[in-house]
């Protein structure tokens, strides 16, 4: 009897995928728990495992956007598998080369190789670009060709230098080209969900600045013992984790959420990070954020960024959540308005930081400032709230050993 191949769950959120490649051909022989299919969500991408050993019969083809716990395909315990050249077609039709041999004549085919395996955006290229795939190294999981594989391979070699006057640049056939790409899940739920956000929630935004004087001075004198005992540097990051959770204590509502007609308090602190990755933002979860110091922040925080840019974050690692933290600033912003992820009611949004003219004292002094902004639900969070859940924030933050002794 065929045992079905299903599309699994990939988060509580998440209620469809796309099938991004398909590692075994259709009709060929698998090994339980052998990688079948690559499904893209709008979470994660993950390798699909064959449930049992058999033959696989595809019934969904690259590209299908595939319902969750949908079936895909059957692996049919009895089968037998089919010839590869039979199921596999070539990506372009080839006239059979003069061989010398008489009809009827016996030749030697050579070895044939494993089928190149292509994201869709590197597909594209190669497509375009008339390129040899097996030629082209992969750098995705299980040995995938990436869109930088692709188009790393497509730049042409460098001409040889020659002794003549540069030629004029001619316009060829003032043809504009472009190209159409399907959007990744990723994208297309980045998408929605900003959509979603600015239209189901009454998002505002409060802005204040923040004195990294003593952070600075507090990583400068201790992150070459912090590093050498825990492993990690002493970032920007774990501080502002542990400022956030701090101020959630001091002010519930920011870490709730509205449920119909309710307010439902979330007594834990499970705090998102976002993670560029070469596919799009994605918020990882540090879960129980509170019970973490400083080391155990960054140390997690190394981790899930790693997994992001790998593509091997689980459902697990993206699901939950009850507030998050982005931080423009590594790019350089100096200020934006970060959007609500719901059914969060709350986002801090870090900056660069800046040498700015400030007033201490009565006097003008020099000194690295951040802005911080913090968007909120207006419909849960007042904008009292807002502002001295802000403030805490910035009190932490430019008081470091506050948070050391929990006042």
């Known amino acids: 009897m065929a045992v079905a191949v299903l599309v699994p769950k990939a988060g509580d959120s998440v209620t469809e995928g796309r099938i991004a490649q398909w590692f075994v051909a259709d009709g060929a022989a698998v090994k339980a728990d052998q990688p079948l299919f690559e499904l893209e969500t709008d979470k994660l991408t993950v390798p699909v495992p064959s449930p049992a050993a058999g033959v696989l019969k595809q019934l969904a083809k690259v590209g299908d956007v595939v319902a969750v716990e949908s079936t895909v395909g059957e692996i049919d315990p ?188 979330q007594n834990f602190f499970d705090i998102g990070v976002a993670v560029s990755t070469e596919k799009g933002l994605t918020v990882p979860v540090l879960k129980g954020a509170d019970a973490m110091n400083f080391a155990d922040i960054e140390k997690a925080i190394g981790v899930l960024a790693k997994k992001a840019r790998d593509g091997k974050l689980t459902a697990d690692d993206m699901t939950g959540g009850t507030f998050t933290i982005t931080n423009g600033g590594i790019f350089g912003s100096m200020l934006s308005t970060p959007i609500l992820n719901p059914p969060q009611t709350g986002i801090l949004g870090m900056h660069n930081i800046v040498k700015r003219p400030v007033v201490v004292n009565d006097e003008i002094v020099i000194r690295p400032v951040m802005y911080v902004a913090l968007s909120y639900d207006h419909r849960l969070i007042d904008g009292r709230e807002a502002v001295q859940f802000l403030v805490r924030i910035k009190e932490c933050v430019e008081n470091p050993e506050r948070m050391l002794f929990e006042i």
């Open 78 to 265: 009895a089968g037998k598998p089919v010839a590869l050249a039979s199921v596999v077609p070539a990506s372009k039709p080839v006239s059979e080369p003069n061989t010398g041999l008489e009809a009827g004549a016996t030749k030697t085919e050579p070895a044939s190789q494993p089928e190149p395996r292509l994201s869709p955006a590197a597909a594209a290229i190669v497509r375009d670009g008339d390129l040899d795939a097996s030629k082209i190294a992969g750098s995705g999981p299980h040995g995938i060709i990436t869109k930088d594989d692709a188009a790393k391979a497509s730049k042409p070699a460098a001409p040889l230098a020659v002794a003549v006057a540069p030629a004029t640049r001619v316009p060829t056939d003032g043809i504009r080209k472009e190209e159409r790409q399907p959007m990744t899940m990723i994208r297309r739920r980045i998408a929605q969900r900003l959509l979603e956000s600015q239209s189901t929630t009454a998002t505002l935004t409060t802005f204040n600045e923040v004195d990294m004087s003593a952070m600075m001075e507090l990583r400068t004198k201790y992150n070459e013992r912090f590093e050498k005992k825990h492993g990690v540097k002493l970032g920007f990051m774990s501080v502002f984790v542990k400022a956030a959770v701090e101020a959630l204590k001091a002010f519930p509502v920011v870490n709730a959420r509205i449920d119909g007609t309710d307010i439902v308090y």
